[in-house]
């Protein structure tokens, strides 16, 4: 341990951060890690070793929970008042920094004594004194630097096809829908973006996603700021049953029906795999919490946030909707990767009256926000504004049928596709193709090939259908190559002895 030295208040003021703002947690135990040494005192050693069994056993740092533990751990908190006081956000965060330096300098110190007294010891080796010095840089300079030698990489790349070989479960949470499907799903470290204008399904498609994963057997968080569990479970047990969410929330069901979702809700939905947070969504470091400890107490696989444009996000006054959006963006991405999970983001569009199908410039306060998404998706149904599908999917009615378009795919490439829409129940399918329809699209794609192969082939050769039919053609004239120059030497004979 290092030499005592006196931070105490310090230390009370990154463990009043803590309590008074339990998001600031994770940045704190990434300065500090789980060395409870570097407080001195040991009250507040003593605190901080009980909020990271709290951390660990993912029961959630909140005020009342921390008093329930101190208590059953006997702390005498007579100070806690005071430590409580000295939570203040900027200053917590800044004077952890400070608290570290401090013990790290000790540390070194004494480490420098101790190598001092064994330096005149002639029994000690030069290269183990050394080597101590090594071990101390590289535990506090290296142990989190997340640094992969290739070496390593490659093995660990080597473990993942034999595994694939072997015929073992692939990576990835399948949603049920071919196209997104390709490459095995959704994947940990993935921001997925899900876009469109109101009521065109956004929700809708994010619970449906989340139905596909659950049934196979994935563990999910879902946050939605519009709606409580309550709602999200009807209209969840709605897909299943076929019995609308509205019907199971405001009126009387039938016989018929109540056995339906009795059904559905005892044999057929994965119960213990959907979880709900209806208390972290007050604002987005609750939420991000709450994600990191779904990760711990659960090992959930993925989570849905309904959605980014009304999150209440802990920022600077002075910071605009665009830079706040694009600051949550990134934060999404790095949790999913920090957590080995996948994160869906919902988000609006701006109002394009013109040309309302959706495109990544028009995802609402940032575009940003798909520059730090692996995929972006949106939801169009051309049928709320009285039109009708383009191109090959003309032949579609816009009727109950939705385009879904992968505007952004960083590992499945871009496309589109056209999936089924069951109002009542608000739940997409993927679209059965009929053979008129089908037959249609082919008719279509063979159409357009053949006039993008006749404007190919008339770029071509050139031919300008405004020239007149009299107008002379016109060649290059040929160039003869340039004679090569003489050279300014003999060159030398192979078979001549070199001369010196």
């Known amino acids: 341990m290092a030499e005592a030295i006196n931070t105490s208040y310090l230390e009370m003021s990154v463990l009043g951060c803590i309590m008074r703002y339990p998001e600031t947690f994770y940045d704190i135990r990434q300065t500090i890690g789980d060395d409870i040494n570097c407080f001195s005192n040991e009250t507040c050693r003593e605190i901080y070793k009980v909020l990271l069994k709290i951390d660990n056993d993912g029961s959630g740092l909140d005020y009342n929970n921390i008093i329930f533990h101190l208590q059953n751990s006997n702390i005498a908190y007579d100070n806690f008042d005071v430590i409580w006081a000295r939570g203040n956000k900027e200053a917590g965060l800044r004077d952890v920094k400070r608290l570290i330096e401090i013990y790290r300098r000790v540390e070194l110190k004494n480490l420098s004594s101790t190598i001092a007294e064994k330096a005149t010891d002639t029994n000690t080796s030069f290269e183990d004194l050394i080597s101590q010095y090594q071990t101390f840089i590289e535990k506090k300079t290296l142990i989190k630097s997340g640094v992969t030698v290739l070496k390593d990489s490659v093995v660990d790349l080597q473990n993942k096809i034999l595994s694939n070989q072997k015929g073992e479960k692939l990576e990835g949470t399948l949603t049920g829908f071919e196209m997104l499907d390709k490459t095995n799903g959704f994947h940990k470290g993935e921001f997925i973006v899900i876009g469109g204008a109101s009521s065109h399904g956004k929700t809708s498609l994010a619970l449906t996603i989340t139905l596909n994963a659950i049934q196979e057997e994935n563990k999910i968080a879902y946050y939605s700021l519009e709606m409580d569990h309550i709602s999200l479970t009807a209209r969840l047990t709605a897909m299943v ?14 016989d018929e029906q109540m056995n339906a979702v009795s059904n559905a809700v005892h044999n057929k939905l994965k119960l213990m795999n959907l979880f709900y947070d209806d208390n972290s969504t007050s604002t987005f470091e609750n939420i991000v919490s709450s994600i990191r400890m779904m990760k711990k107490r ?93 191109f090959e999917n003309k032949v579609i009615s816009p009727i109950n049928t939705a385009l879904i378009d992968i505007a ?70 040929y160039t003869p190559l340039p004679k090569e120059p003489d050279l ?13």
């Open 298 to 390: 659960y090992d959930i696989i993925g989570a849905v946030v309904d959605y980014l444009q009304i999150l209440n996000v802990n920022t600077k006054s002075k910071d605009t909707k665009e830079q706040i959006m694009a600051g949550v963006a990134r934060r999404l991405k790095n949790l999913s990767i920090e957590l080995g999970i996948w994160i869906i983001g919902l988000s609006q569009l701006n109002r394009d009256k013109e040309n309302p199908q959706p495109r990544i410039d028009r995802l609402r306060d940032s575009g940003q926000i798909a520059e730090a998404a692996d995929i972006v998706i949106f939801v169009y149904r051309p049928e709320l504004y009285d039109r009708g599908y383009d």
């Open 488 to 500: 300014p030497f003999e060159p030398p004979n192979e078979n001549e002895e070199p001369k010196f």
């Open 408 to 477: 952004k795919g960083r590992n499945i490439g871009i496309g589109s596709f056209i999936v089924d829409f069951e109002p009542t129940l608000t739940h997409f399918t993927p679209h059965v193709w009929t053979d008129e329809e089908s037959a249609a699209k082919d008719k279509w794609k063979t159409e357009h090939n053949k006039k993008s192969s006749s404007k190919y082939l008339d770029k071509l050769l050139n031919k300008n259908t405004t020239t007149s039919a009299n107008a002379s053609p016109t060649f290059t004239p």
């Open 241 to 254: 049953s076929r019995v609308p969410a509205s019907d199971m929330l405001y009126k009387r069901l039938t």
